[in-house]
């Protein structure tokens, strides 16, 4: 009869920990204390960021990262304009949604809609981006098989994840990260519960073409 044989996971400050199967990252930082699973954001696995829960199936190195670290700032600052995405679908249901990436000084969304938005539109969707961190929900992943990610912006009318599915054809499965009803794609990591992202401020609205073509 065979025995199983422990994973072993080494902290940055050469600790280790040993568990009996699998584990996410979110499960070693409560093994640590519960004062680190609090403001545990995401894992960097073997040198790779992953989400706090994300598994973690053999011997690895993990460091846990936090808001203090300059790879938390940017984790918070995309799940903020996942978040942004959120609001604008619950305000507006008729845009769709393009891409939301981080930039230097914070982020944005790129979004296609037939109204412009105005200045009060942006107020609005503020003050529900702070309603939906009040919600306290988790963002949920799911690791979803390409054909059936499909079929979730098919259903949402979601045309252009639609064509950034089209532009990664190598790509068997996506990552879709869930806020309540609302859902994104993403590599990720993203932050494992709204409560991290409550020092936002949107500042700006600016007009854009898709892929910078103003024939799109």
């Given at each position: 009869m065979s025995q199983l044989v422990p994973i072993v996971i080494t902290l940055p400050n050469g600790d280790q920990k040993q568990f009996d199967q699998s584990v996410s990252v979110?499960?070693?930082?409560?093994?640590?204390?519960?004062?680190?699973?609090?403001?545990?954001?995401?894992?960097?696995?073997?040198?790779?960021?992953?989400?706090?829960?994300?598994?973690?199936?053999?011997?690895a190195t993990l460091q846990i990262i936090t808001p203090k670290d300059e790879?938390?700032?940017?984790?918070?600052?995309h799940s903020c304009a996942?978040?942004?995405?959120h609001a604008v679908k619950q305000l507006r249901p008729d845009v769709k949604m393009v891409i939301g990436p981080v930039i230097e000084e914070?982020?944005?969304?790129?979004?296609y809609s037939e109204k412009p938005f105005t200045l009060d539109d942006v107020a609005a969707i503020e003050a529900r981006m702070k309603t939906l961190i009040d919600a306290d929900y988790d963002v949920i992943k799911k690791m979803t098989p390409r054909a059936e990610a499909i079929e979730v912006?098919?259903?949402?009318?979601?045309?252009y994840k639609l064509r950034l599915i089209e532009d990664m054809p190598d790509e068997t499965a996506m990552?879709?990260?869930?806020?309540?009803?609302?859902?994104?794609?993403?590599?990720?990591?993203h932050v494992p519960n709204t409560r991290f992202l409550k020092a936002f401020k949107l500042t700006k609205?600016?007009?854009?073409?898709?892929?910078g073509d103003a024939k799109n």
């Open positions: 979110m499960d070693v930082a409560q093994s640590i204390g519960a004062g680190l699973a609090k403001v545990t954001l995401a894992g960097r696995v073997n040198g790779k960021l992953v989400d706090a829960s994300d598994l973690i199936t053999e011997n790879e938390g700032l940017e984790i918070i600052r996942h978040l942004l995405g914070g982020f944005y969304y790129d979004i912006f098919q259903s949402r009318k979601e045309d990552g879709l990260y869930y806020h309540q009803e609302y859902v994104d794609m993403c590599r990720g990591p609205l600016s007009g854009a073409y898709w892929r």
